[in-house]
């Protein structure tokens, strides 16, 4: 009995994962398809006319791309935005309305310019024009989502090796995610 309540448990937590997901992905592609880029920005999802400061190679061969807004005379400032370290960013350039260029996550930012992590693979080169304008769209975090669906799998998998009516408590272990939300505890007080 004990078991088939932790496995409901996990099996509704999984559930509503994807239902959260899945609307996480729904209104960012709206965003994108109805609300103009001038009101994205104003609501801090997107950083408009950018241009490539400076490139560099990170960590594990990441190409690192620092961008900032396209000056006029003075050292200019971003606009008030929401972005964060980690937040995952599509790249486009400013010219073509749609076509992505890349995705990438961003390793710092700053009031004056964001730094981009892009992945450098054999088979994806990117080209990045000092003199082009270029934006950022702040997208769905797939991160988060993994670091939650990750323990709640190993949970599920774990449910048919544990004694039928013992009293344990299921913690998710620290080093498989970093999310207030997958704290993740179960008692079983019924115990004879």
């Not at 961003?106 to 082009?132: G, I, P, W």
């Amino acid at each position: 009995m004990a078991s088939a309540a932790v496995e409901s448990f996990v099996t509704k937590q999984l559930d509503l994962l994807e239902l959260e997901r899945d609307a996480e992905v729904e209104e960012r592609r709206s965003w994108q398809e109805n609300i103009s880029l001038k009101e994205l920005q104003s609501r801090g999802v997107c950083l408009l006319k950018l241009q490539v400061s400076s490139q560099r190679t990170g960590l594990y061969g990441r190409l690192l791309v620092t961008f900032e807004p396209r000056r006029c005379g003075s050292v200019a400032a971003l606009p008030s935005n929401s972005f964060t370290s980690g937040d995952i960013v599509g790249l486009y350039d400013a010219a073509n309305e749609s076509s992505q260029l890349a995705t990438g996550i961003l390793t710092r930012v700053t009031q004056k310019s964001v730094t981009v992590a892009f992945d450098e693979s054999h088979d994806f080169q990117l080209s990045l024009d000092r003199e082009n304008s270029y934006r950022l769209l702040k997208l769905a975090n797939d991160v988060t989502y993994r670091r939650l669906k990750k323990p709640a799998d190993i949970l599920q998998h774990l449910l048919g090796c544990l004694p039928e009516r013992s009293g344990f408590i299921c913690a998710v272990a620290e080093r498989t995610c970093h999310h207030p939300r997958t704290s993740w505890h179960w008692e079983n007080h019924n115990c004879g």
